[in-house]
């Protein structure tokens, strides 16, 4: 009987999933329509039902291509992301192409789930050069992670059937009625990795918002924009949380709002937005003065620093990181250190001063950092501070310690999976630790493209 009630569940999933389908495509909007079929072929693969999830997949990747292509409904969408006065971006706003990429990878997962190996690569390759460039981190990961089990299984791996997967399904398929629910549901989804169904949700519940619910409202437009970014839509993420950082504060929720403002200070830095970028960290500082948040500072210290030296700097940078060292060193938390130190440290490498001081102080620096993420457990920090200091000790000229350092950086890259050695420094890690190493072996160290510094990238989550 339990068995029976089971599949009922799950058909009724399946239907209700069908059932918004339907009402999307009645309202027209090409972004909410490709989100009710990802939610439809999720929900169908959720429920064990690949093949029918394959098809859905099939369907929504052929409709998004039409919908990349209408040049009238993006340019519709581009002036409400980038209105100030607009509401949050809904469901029609959706990237379709970001979404298409998202839908690839998942019918992958579907076509390896039915022994379909060979089918599903060729998705994997048709998805990869969607999840390039950044704000795309959660997509490579998803690519990667569905690689990784092909490469580990020849043979589907045992799904989730009957009561178990109904009420994976529902989870994700019912809707909650309050507005407290329908944020911790879509928090809640976010953290399993469905996108679309917390984007959709969170959607929800910022529509029910008013002026009296800013905190709330706040939070909804977080997860909403953390979806976004799991889809791969980075500049729309932005625009949402930057709605969040302006309810929290409109809140008096300035921890929150600080919080937020790391992440988007990024995403507004590789969108072109420097000064805006540098001013909402420096702000989030002020507001936190009396937050009794020092963990929270130490990181607003840190980005600051980073964001400071790229744009040139130096003093203000300096200034920045020494903050966060002084204001970490009496934490108990060996990565917020570790962090601030290797921030001074690429400052003081790359400071342009002929005082060797600098130099002498950033491969002091970028040694305790290293032993630091080594405690931690991080291979990838560890190669990058080898990596780091090896390119500061080739610009001294001292070629067999930088070689020593290369070799070191190189052997602990090859041991990571391929996806951690992407450290966001260099443009290619390997590539650039192998040519350094090739112009050592030679003896031809005299190119200025030679012992590049990766900067800071590698101490944040930027995606």
């Keep these: ?46 429920v064990g039902d690949h093949e029918s999830a394959v098809t859905e997949y099939a369907e929504l990747i052929s409709y998004l291509d039409l919908a990349r292509n209408d040049e009238e409904a993006e340019t519709q969408r581009w002036l409400k992301i980038a209105s100030p006065s607009a509401p949050p971006p809904d469901a029609a706003d959706i990237d379709p192409a970001q979404l298409q990429t998202f839908a690839r990878i998942r019918r992958a997962d579907s076509l390896l789930h039915q022994g379909r190996r060979q089918e599903a690569a060729a998705e994997l390759d048709a998805a990869a050069p969607g999840c390039r460039g950044f704000g795309k981190g959660r997509l490579r990961k998803q690519l990667n992670a569905v690689r990784k089990r092909m490469a580990q299984a020849a043979t589907p791996e045992p799904q989730e059937a009957g009561p178990a997967a109904a009420a994976s399904a529902a989870a994700r398929t019912a809707t909650p009625t309050s507005l407290p629910e329908q944020v911790a549901a879509a928090d809640e989804l976010l953290g399993q990795g469905h996108f679309p169904e917390a984007a959709r949700i969170a959607l929800q519940a910022i529509a029910k918002c008013d002026t009296s619910d800013l905190g709330m409202r706040a939070r909804a ?90 744009d040139g700097d130096d003093r203000g940078a300096k200034q920045a990181f020494q903050a966060a060292l002084g204001t970490a060193e009496p934490l108990d938390n060996t990565e917020l250190v570790a962090n601030a130190r290797h921030g001074l440290a690429v400052v003081l490498a790359n400071s342009g001063s002929t005082d060797r001081e600098d130099e002498v102080e950033a491969l002091s620096l970028l040694e305790s950092c290293r032993q630091d993420y080594e405690q931690l457990g991080q291979t990838d920090r560890v190669a990058g501070c080898e990596h780091e200091a090896a390119a500061l000790l080739g610009r001294l000229g001292s070629f067999e310690a930088a070689r020593g350092r290369y070799e070191r950086a190189l052997r602990l890259y090859e041991e990571l999976p391929a996806e951690l050695r992407d450290t966001g420094s260099w443009p290619d890690e390997v590539a650039d630790v192998r040519r350094n190493l090739a112009a050592l072996q030679s003896g031809t160290t005299q190119e200025p493209s030679l012992f590049q510094s990766g900067g800071h990238a590698m101490s944040h989550q930027g995606g």
């Design 221 to 310: 437009r977080q997860v909403l924009g953390m979806a976004l970014e799991g889809m791969g839509q980075s500049d729309d993420a932005a625009a949402v949380l930057s709605d969040a950082l302006a309810d929290y504060l409109g809140a008096d929720e300035t921890v929150s709002a600080a919080q937020i403002a790391i992440p988007l200070a990024w995403r507004q830095w590789h969108t072109g937005e420097r000064a805006r970028a540098i001013e909402q960290l420096r702000q989030a500082l002020q507001f936190t003065e009396t937050a009794g948040e020092p963990e929270l500072r130490v990181q607003l210290h840190t980005d600051l620093g980073s964001l400071l030296d790229q």
């Design 1 to 46: 009987m339990d068995e029976e009630h089971g599949f009922e569940s799950e058909a009724s999933h399946v239907a209700a999933a069908q059932a918004q389908l339907e009402v999307a495509r009645r309202g027209g909007h090409s972004g909410a329509i490709g989100l009710a079929h990802l939610n439809l072929a999720m929900t169908l693969a959720a």
